[in-house]
Structure formats: C-alpha cells, structure tokens
C-alpha cells in the first residue's frame, strides 16, 4: 500500500483515477506512459519490433499478458487495451519480488526472441514475502528477510533468457543497498560508475531513469554521408537515447540528385564505447546503416 504515498517532483496528477493524486503510483504509471508516448513518436519502433508485458506485484503477481505498444490503427498512439491496463491498478499489499520474477518469466518465455530482451523492475517498497524454487523457509512478512530475498533460479532463468534487468527503487523507502533485494535483480550497471540499481525520489528522475537506455554504451561519433560526402550539418547532438538504443529521428539532408536514373546513397555511421573510456578504442564498435533513394524527377 506503500505506493499510496504522495510523491516529489513534477506532479503527475491522479493518472489511475482513484481520487489519490501525485502519489508514487501516480508517478510510476505516468513515466511508464511516458516510454509508451516515447514509442509511439518513434519512427524506428513499432508494433512489429516491440512487445510489452505489464507483471504486477504486491503480496501476489500477476502477468496482465502480452500486448502491442500501440494503437492497431493508429500506431501515433498508445495501445488503449494497455492505457487501460495501467490505469486499472491500485495501491495495497506487501511486497512478492520472487513472485513477480516468476511471473515476468512467463512473458520473456512467449515473447519473440529476434530482438533485445530489456525488464523494468520498479518497487517502492522492500521484500517480505517468501518465494519458492529455492528451497526457501515460509516465514511471516518480514523485511529482508533471506526467505524473500533468495531468487536465484528466476534470476539464472532470465539470464538464461537474455534479459536485461533495470532496477529502480521509487521512493526513500525503496532499498538499493548492494547485497539486498532491487540491487540483486539489476544487471546493466552503469558502465563508469560501476552502479546498479537506482533510486529515484521525484517524477522526474524515474522517467530520466526509463527514457536512458541501460543496454549499450555511449555513441562517442555520428556522421552522414550523401553520396559518400560527409553532411557537416549534423552532429552528435542529432543522436537521442531511449529505452530501447538510440535513434537519429528525421534528418533533412541536401546533395541529393534528383534526376531519373540516379541512385542517392545515405549513410549514417555511429561508434559506441562500451568502457566509459574515449581513449581506449579496443571496446568501440562503429555500426552503420544505408538508404538507396532513386531520383525520380524527368
């Protein structure tokens, strides 16, 4: 019932409608929309490349199912069936993280396997029910306790699985000490800080956490090339991060031939550092990708 809790930053209003406005429920289900929105104005990602699960979780978890991010006819919008999934749900319970892993693998399980598998893992609170699978002791509700805290074979399973695992603790009551519940679920620690799972204290930060990808490393060079001449318009600043990799949006570009029978080559080139480190190049990788477009005019 913890997530009932008024929350700081910008606040998110009564995003579920329970007439409880800009509590911590309010603010996790307003930057999860946000991801959603971020999707949807998307032009890489789609309803043919992405898949959302939504697992709830309180005493109990649930898998709500598999759903597209959005709208089948409208793919500028968000999924209504999953809006509506979102804003269904309510404050209450203890804490099941082994249930909710549990639950989350079911869809890892069903969902397509041609592409990145990322988990966000948000929790306000701290775990204190007993899991099974790991020959666990069936204890009471108590917080920390090594019964609610030993996942070890959800966890071998989502790794097994390809999972990439975020974890964040949404509140000061959330705990994100090494050793202890969110910090062992979170695998994508920052690459130069060495850091795990987060905590976040305002709206604000949770959807900054959401909308930076925790998968890949940072792109340290950007070029365009237009017919093997590099466009000097466009820079590092053109690359944006999201939950999912990175994307260079709409980019409007000159020296193209427009005249029938000519073929425009279009490539953009971007280098990743994994390590954190510029001057080290042995962990960069440079990726690229190519557009044809044929000029059509008489």
Avoid: C
């Amino acid at each position: 019932g913890s997530t009932g809790k008024k929350f700081g930053g910008t606040p998110p209003g009564d995003v579920n409608g329970d007439n409880k406005f800009d509590t911590i429920l309010d603010a996790e289900l307003g930057s999860i929309i946000k991801v959603l929105e971020h999707i949807a104005a998307s032009k890489d990602l789609t309803n043919a490349n992405v898949n959302i699960g939504l697992v709830t979780f309180s005493t109990d978890a649930a898998y709500k199912g598999l759903f597209l991010p959005l709208d089948e006819n409208d793919e500028t919008k968000v999924n209504p069936s999953l809006l509506l999934e979102l804003t269904s749900l309510r404050s209450g319970g203890y804490t099941h993280f082994d249930d909710a892993l549990d639950k989350s693998i079911e869809f890892f399980q069903e969902a397509p396997t041609d592409r990145s598998q990322l988990m966000f893992f948000l929790s306000d609170g701290i775990p204190n029910v007993s899991g099974d699978g790991d020959n666990e002791e069936q204890v009471g509700f108590s917080n920390n306790h090594i019964s609610a805290l030993q996942y070890d074979s959800e966890l071998l399973i989502l790794d097994n699985l390809g999972v990439s695992r975020l974890a964040v603790g949404v509140g000061s009551g959330s705990d994100t000490r090494d050793g202890f519940g969110l910090a062992r679920i979170d695998n994508t620690p920052d690459e130069e800080t060495g850091e795990g799972a987060q905590k976040v204290t305002t709206t604000d930060a949770l959807t900054e956490v959401l909308l930076t990808n925790p998968v890949v490393g940072d792109v340290v060079a950007f070029e365009l090339m237009v017919n093997n001449v590099v466009d000097p318009k466009f820079s590092l600043t053109d690359v944006v991060p999201g939950p999912v990799g990175f994307t260079y949006g709409e980019l409007i570009v000159s020296g193209l031939n427009p005249f029938f029978g000519s073929v425009n080559r279009i490539r953009a080139t971007v280098t990743v550092d994994y390590d954190g480190d510029v001057g080290t190049t042995s962990d960069q990788h440079t990726i690229y990708t190519e557009t044809l477009i044929p000029g059509m005019m008489q």
